[in-house]
T-cell receptor
Framework: QQPVQSPQAVILREGEDAVINCSSSKALYSVHWYRQKHGEAPVFLMILLKGGEQKGHDKISASFNEKKQQSSLYLTASQLSYSGTYFCGTVNNNDMRFGAGTRLTVKP | DSGVTQTPKHLITATGQRVTLRCSPRSGDLSVYWYQQSLDQGLQFLIQ???????AKGNILERFSAQQFPDLHSELNLSSLELGDSALYFC????????????FGPGTRLTVL
């Protein structure tokens, strides 16, 4: 079953923060986060493993609550380059499912 | 540039035909994944190969098949094509498992007329 992402879309001004959530009805072993710009391939952002810690680099970080089967992606002090569609991918029993995506638009 | 290459970039064909999409993984990566991305279905995992062996199967139709060769490149074969098969097909690679970061190729856009 496909994980559920929220919100579906968000519009920010440069410098604002955003949180994107991903939840699954299945027990998860890992959660991936990708960003895809229009007409391009998804680009890996980070992966969180079961039993792992919160991860982050620069102003993008993520958490994974394996008990609740949820992950959140945190974007702080957003930049124009953050615009795109964000997908979470969940892995359970050698099966990978992607959420429908969250379209993030950052305006100057 | 992810290091993953895919050919062709675009493919236009007719219903009932058969096509082959090709993927070369990043140097050192042993796993190859195939994904289909369409507007109505989103990004869907099709199949994974690891070092020449099929490792995991997702929502892959029986009309579709894949293989990974000894040099680790992979091919996705789509046969008896239908209009609904029109989509972007991505290949990705990782070092080993699904729990490693995956690097996506640029994709092949398939149009079935």
């Amino acid at each position: 079953q496909q994980p559920v992402q929220s919100p579906q879309a968000v519009i920010l001004r440069e410098g604002e923060d955003a949180v994107i959530n991903c939840s699954s009805s299945k027990a998860l072993y890992s959660v991936h986060w990708y960003r895809q710009k229009h007409g391009e391939a998804p680009v890996f952002l980070m992966i969180l493993l079961k039993g792992g810690e919160q991860k982050g680099h620069d102003k993008i970080s993520a958490s994974f609550n394996e008990k609740k089967q949820q992950s959140s992606l945190y974007l702080t002090a957003s930049q124009l380059s953050y615009s795109g569609t964000y997908f979470c991918g969940t892995v359970n029993n050698n099966d990978m499912r992607f959420g429908a995506g969250t379209r993030l638009t950052v305006k100057p | 540039d992810s290091g993953v290459t895919q050919t062709p970039k675009h493919l236009i064909t007719a219903t009932g035909q058969r096509v082959t999409l090709r993927c070369s993984p990043r140097s050192g990566d042993l796993s190859v994944y195939w994904y289909q991305q369409s507007l109505d279905q989103g990004l869907q995992f099709l199949i994974q190969y690891y070092n020449g062996e099929e490792r995991a199967k997702g929502n892959i139709l029986e009309r579709f098949s894949a293989q990974q060769f000894p040099d680790l490149h992979s091919e996705l074969n789509l046969s008896s094509l239908e209009l609904g098969d029109s989509a972007l097909y991505f290949c990705a690679s990782s070092v080993e498992t699904m729990n490693n970061e995956q690097f996506f190729g640029p994709g092949t856009r398939l149009t079935v007329l």
